[in-house]
């Protein structure tokens, strides 16, 4: 455990990191965190490393906690893994966030500021504009789980402002793109030294423009409701530009390590499927997103076995015991026009898939040895040769890569998957469908590549033949759709290639309302309005006298313009 402060209330002082508690009104002495970076140690480098790894640690969760992440948090809202209800006001507590915010606020935020100005006093422009640009990602982030959150006087300098006021997501935006435009100004300045250990890119300036660029050109599409003809304007100077995360190459990813103790560098999501006594009871799969890779066209997607890693082929007699759908009589009224309310249907050969349904709060079964793990990709786990073990537990830490895998933050799918969107929607340089080709291939290669070595000679591994097969499958559905359709085409590969990241496919289901054929609540028909944002974190509302819970995490961002009960 970390002894810090938890607050919301934070005094910047540069020249001594201290965090100070707007609420406390005893007596209380403030000494620097052993934990935290301060001025005396001023190596940029020494700094920056820290930043990077802060930031996989807010995407991806920490050592044993994955689900607290805000990956995790998206997947879960959008049925790609399973949360818990069973009605939506009740699936996550406040407390659920605070880590999130602490490691935000008390650590990414606090360091970015104390590192920028040591940078550029020392003429290190390049650590500058890294420090912007994942200054941007964190701040806007924080806007798409929450809505208005504090920046101006929280993280800009002000001493002895302990309960800094809420600024609005539209503003924090506006500020993101602009820090954005200046990294990308300080990444063409002649500077002293490169970094010596860029965890994310190796120094290399122009994957950091086309970075920074990607940013902005999320913050256009994700905000293109509340501002169209600016993010039109906006996204078709960055096409033309051409200075984008457009071939996996290019991709913005955080590599973890392998070792598995003081400390344990494996990616999280590793650790919480395969680590310990089994799979942590937080971890399922959703049925639905399983029956998407699996059953939705002709063939199952190539990217399955790279994905998900079944334990077993056969469930005679396990379900029943194990899964207390399997002996209900009746399926709920409202799941009629729905397939995998208990279990995935073997439509296409693909059999042994075991997750959970959307919102179901039952408790968790013994089902160690039946439920599907994460696999290959992107958490270095084992990947799916057919061979159905129980790899679950402790004797499985060096199944795979040995969790040495990624968080996948930028993507060159999600870049074009979302240009996809703004093409079909907007009407914005390029063509969707092309757009839309694009991002499968990327996704579905750099999943492919992500350790060849497991899959190769196995006879299951995505070839050319199965990529160019399953494209052409998409590509002829959406040439028979119309706008609907297309759109919830697009969403639907967003989805799939967001697997492990989650914060995409969460904004995208807000944006755009698609897919529109998400499975229902488990338990209850009305499951009450959907989480268009999340609960104020407790150590927020609890510290700061400006920040009010909500009374329900329904709240829409300022870029979510559309209608009450839009998305469900």
Request: some cysteine; proline content about 5%.
């Amino acid at each position: 455990m970390k002894n810090r402060f938890k607050t919301i209330g934070l005094a910047f002082v540069a020249s001594s990191m201290l965090l100070t508690n707007g609420c406390e009104t005893t007596g209380l002495e403030v000494v620097p965190s052993p934990n935290f970076l301060n001025p005396e140690q001023a190596d940029v480098d020494f700094f920056l490393n820290s930043i990077q790894q802060l930031v996989a640690k807010l995407h991806s969760g920490t050592e044993g906690r994955a689900e607290n992440g805000w990956a995790q948090f998206g997947m879960e809202a959008v049925r790609i893994q399973h949360q818990f209800g069973p009605t939506y006001r009740e699936s996550y507590e406040p407390s659920d966030f605070d880590q999130i915010w602490d490691d935000a606020y008390s650590e990414a935020l606090i360091d970015i500021r104390t590192m920028n100005p040591l940078a550029e006093e020392a003429g290190q422009f390049t650590h500058l504009a890294i420090g912007q640009i994942l200054e941007a990602y964190i701040i806007t982030t924080l806007v798409d789980l929450f809505g208005d959150v504090p920046y101006t006087e929280a993280v800009l300098g002000n001493e002895g402002v302990l309960n800094p006021a809420l600024d609005t997501g539209a503003s924090i935006y506006a500020a993101a793109d602009q820090l954005l435009v200046d990294a990308i100004a300080n990444l063409n300045r002649s500077e002293l030294s490169l970094p010596t250990n860029d965890i994310y890119y190796g120094g290399d300036e122009s994957q950091w423009v086309k970075a920074a660029n990607t940013m902005r050109l999320r913050l256009a599409i994700q905000s293109r409701l509340a501002n169209p003809a600016e993010s039109t304007s906006i996204i078709n100077s960055l096409v033309a530009g051409g200075n984008l995360i457009l071939d996996f190459a290019d991709d913005m990813q955080f590599q973890w390590g392998t070792n598995n103790a003081a400390p344990d560098s494996r990616h999280p999501y590793f650790d919480q499927n395969y680590d310990g006594q089994g799979p942590s009871s937080d971890f399922y799969t959703c049925n639905y997103y399983m029956d998407l890779m699996a059953n939705q066209y002709g063939d199952v997607d190539p990217r399955i076995r790279y994905y998900f890693y079944r334990q077993q082929s056969d469930f005679s007699g396990a379900d029943v015991i194990t899964k207390e759908c399997v002996t209900e009589i009746t399926i709920p009224a409202w799941w009629a026009d729905f397939n995998t309310y208990c279990l995935v249907p073997n439509v296409n050969g693909y059999n042994g898939l075991w997750g959970r349904n959307h919102l179901d709060d039952d408790g968790i079964p013994p089902d160690d040895a039946f439920r599907t793990l994460h696999g290959l990709y992107p958490i270095g786990g084992p990947f799916d040769d057919d061979s159905f073990r129980n790899v679950a537990g402790s004797a499985a830490v060096s199944e795979g890569l040995a969790g040495g895998g990624i968080s996948p933050i930028f993507l060159a799918s999600n870049t074009n998957l979302m240009l996809a969107e703004a093409a079909l929607v907007l009407g914005t340089t390029g063509n969707a469908r092309t757009y839309l080709e694009n991002g499968i291939r990327q996704s579905m290669n750099k999943v492919a590549a992500f350790g060849a070595v497991l899959a190769a000679g196995s006879g299951f591994e995505a070839t050319p033949a199965l990529i160019d097969s399953h494209v052409a499958e998409i590509l002829t559905a959406f040439d028979a759709g119309d706008d609907t359709d297309k759109l919830r085409i697009i969403a639907e590969q967003l989805f799939i290639a967001d697997w492990c990241n989650g914060m995409d496919a969460y904004n995208a289901y807000r944006r755009t309302g698609q897919p529109d054929n998400l499975t229902p609540a488990t338990r209850v028909q009305d499951p009450g309005t959907f989480q268009r944002s999340m609960w104020y974190p407790q150590v927020a509302a609890d510290n700061n006298i400006n920040i009010t819970q909500k009374t329900n995490p329904d709240t829409p961002v300022f870029w979510d313009t559309n209608p009450e009960g839009f998305v469900d």
